[in-house]
């Protein structure tokens, strides 16, 4: 095991490299993580309850995130390191025992249910950067026995916070170089595309996507994050643009967005390729805006159809079409009038979708949608 003081100089070593070589962010936090004397080191971004698109950690799996995050580790109404962590000042470090004490440790589910069975039940952490919105956090967790972490060991994790936010705002001016080339490209080639970085914030738009997005009758920026004009909107584009961020798809996912006039577009959400170096300033996938000039679900082509709904519910024609209509809201009366057929047809289509989508109510339909990945 390496000393403290061996663990900072492997720290400064990698953290001059990882802007421009993948795997140095990796090797500076396993450093770091020595240096302080503690289990796990992580860096994530936030930016906002749930949202976690950026992650890198020395011990904890992708499952044990997806765990943490179902439990409510990232909202800050459920976890207090996160509420305070939200209105913490860039380069302030906290530790959790000025947040909370043994007993509301003992008492909060999410000590209960991941930091105590992962044996990390004591953090330290620093904002590195934040747009207001936005945040990317340094931090480290200690075990039980290690217990929180020590006055020398705090100090060197200060210092090397400052190494760290050095490195990472160098990483994002290199970033922001691309961006502007990446938009470049985008208007020479004349398409409506928006690139997200790996916080999920738009960060280059072509002219053609400016004037939609300005427009806002189908997509809005909401403090740098791409959205709709409804809340099932916006949960099925998030999730989406989170599924590519991940690079849980490597092709294109495709949205029907519907407008202020009712009135859709095709969406097509694609993950670019991973710069395996970048800690989320980067473009990580891109959103591109087709119009449809058709007015229902009813007007589309099967292949269309089918490029909007996850292809296990296996949905005839007619079905897809209604199940589209429930996702954006429509009640059985206004899909039957548009259909020109009796209640009674409708709603008996409407079991059909809920027993092969497995759910029973048009809300889980909409849930559920807004979860899975479009299809192709």
Request: proline share 6%.
């Amino acid at each position: 095991m390496q000393s403290p003081d061996t663990s900072v100089r492997s720290a400064h070593q990698h953290l001059a490299m990882a802007p421009f070589e993948s795997g140095y962010w990796m090797e500076a936090l396993r450093a770091l993580t020595s240096a302080t004397g503690s289990r796990v080191g992580e860096m994530m971004g936030w930016n906002g309850p749930n949202q976690v698109p950026f992650e890198l950690t020395t011990e904890l799996s992708p499952d044990d995130v997806r765990r943490w995050l179902e439990i409510g580790g990232a909202d800050p109404e459920k976890n207090p390191i996160i509420k305070a962590g939200a209105s913490l000042p860039v380069m302030r470090d906290i530790a959790d025992p000025e947040i909370m004490d043994e007993e509301e440790r003992l008492r909060n589910p999410v000590w209960g249910e991941f930091y105590n069975p992962a044996d990390v039940p004591h953090i330290c952490f620093t904002p590195l950067w934040s747009d207001g919105y936005t945040q990317l956090m340094l931090c480290v967790f200690s075990s039980a026995k290690q217990g929180p972490i020590q006055a020398t060991n705090r100090r060197r994790f200060r210092a090397l916070a400052k190494r760290w936010r050095a490195a990472a705002m160098f990483s994002r001016s290199i970033k922001a170089e691309g961006l502007l080339v990446l938009r470049g490209a985008l208007d020479a080639i004349s398409i409506a595309a928006i690139a997200v970085d790996g916080f999920g914030r738009a960060v280059a738009l072509s002219a053609r996507a400016e004037t939609a997005v300005r427009a806002g009758h189908h997509l809005r920026l909401r403090n740098g994050i791409l959205g709709t004009c409804s809340a099932v909107g916006d949960a099925m584009l998030h999730g989406a643009i989170r599924r590519a961020l991940l690079s849980q798809y490597s092709a294109p996912q495709v949205l029907l967005v519907e407008g202020k006039d009712r009135l859709p577009i095709h969406v097509k959400i694609a993950p670019l390729p991973n710069d395996r170096n970048d800690i989320g300033f980067g473009a990580r996938a891109l959103v591109t805006i087709e119009d449809l000039p058709v007015k229902s679900a009813f007007a589309f082509s099967q292949e269309q159809l089918a490029r909007t709904l996850p292809p296990e519910w296996d949905l005839t024609r007619a079905e897809a079409a209604v199940a589209t209509e429930l996702i954006r809201g429509a009640r059985a009366e206004q899909i039957s009038r548009a259909r020109g057929v009796s209640i009674t047809t409708t709603r008996s289509q409407i079991k059909i979708i809920y027993a092969k989508a497995g759910v029973t109510s048009q809300p889980q339909l909409m849930a559920l949608a807004a979860r899975m990945r479009p299809a192709q």
